[in-house]
C-alpha cells in the first residue's frame, strides 16, 4: 500500500474515532471546535464548514476563493504555512495564528491532507483546523484544557 493510501486510511480511521468520541460524551465533557476546509490546487479556498463562524466570527461564504496561504493568516503564520506546503508531505499539522474577526489571535492547528487524483496529479489540500487556545487578551492567552482522548486521536498521526 503506498504511503497516500495508509495516510488517507489512517485519517478515515481518526475521523470515525473522533465522530464516534464526540457522540458519546457528553456534550460539554470534550469541546471540540473547528472546521474543515478544501482548496485547489493553486491554493484557493473551495469549502469551509460553517463551524469557522463559531470560532473566527466570520461566515464560512468568506473564505471561498480566498488563498490559504494568507486569509485571516497573521504575517509570520503566512509565512510558516507557505514552507509547510512547499514540502509537499501527504500530510502535514501546523500550529498558526488566526485572526478573529474582533482582531484578536487565535492558535489553532491546521491539520493537512494533500489531495490527488488517482493519475498521481496534485489537485489540492483539504483538512481541518482545531481550536488549541482561546483568543489573546493582551499579553497572555488562555489555553483550554486538552481532552486526553483527542489529544491521544491528534498525536496518532
Not at 34 to 45: E, K, L, P
Request: aromatic share 8%; net charge negative.
Amino acid at each position: 500500500m503506498s504511503e497516500q493510501k495508509a495516510l488517507r486510511k489512517r485519517l478515515k480511521q481518526l475521523f470515525a474515532e473522533l465522530q464516534e468520541i464526540t457522540a458519546s460524551s457528553p456534550a460539554d465533557e470534550y469541546p471540540l471546535q473547528g472546521w474543515t476546509w478544501a482548496c485547489d490546487a493553486r491554493g484557493i479556498y473551495t469549502a469551509c464548514s460553517p463551524e469557522v463562524e463559531e470560532v473566527l466570527g466570520i461566515a464560512a461564504e468568506e473564505f471561498i476563493g480566498q488563498p490559504l496561504t494568507s486569509f485571516r493568516l497573521a504575517p509570520e503564520s503566512q509565512r510558516y504555512l507557505k514552507a509547510v506546503l512547499e514540502r509537499a508531505a501527504p500530510h502535514s499539522e501546523a500550529i498558526l495564528q488566526f485572526i478573529h474577526k474582533s482582531g484578536q489571535l487565535l492558535s489553532l492547528r491546521m491539520h493537512i491532507l494533500k489531495q490527488q487524483a488517482d493519475d498521481g496529479q496534485e489537485n489540492g489540500w483539504s483538512g481541518f483546523v482545531q481550536t488549541i487556545q482561546e483568543a489573546a487578551t493582551g499579553d497572555s492567552a488562555a489555553t483550554l484544557p486538552p481532552s486526553p482522548r483527542l489529544t491521544r486521536l491528534s498525536t496518532d498521526l
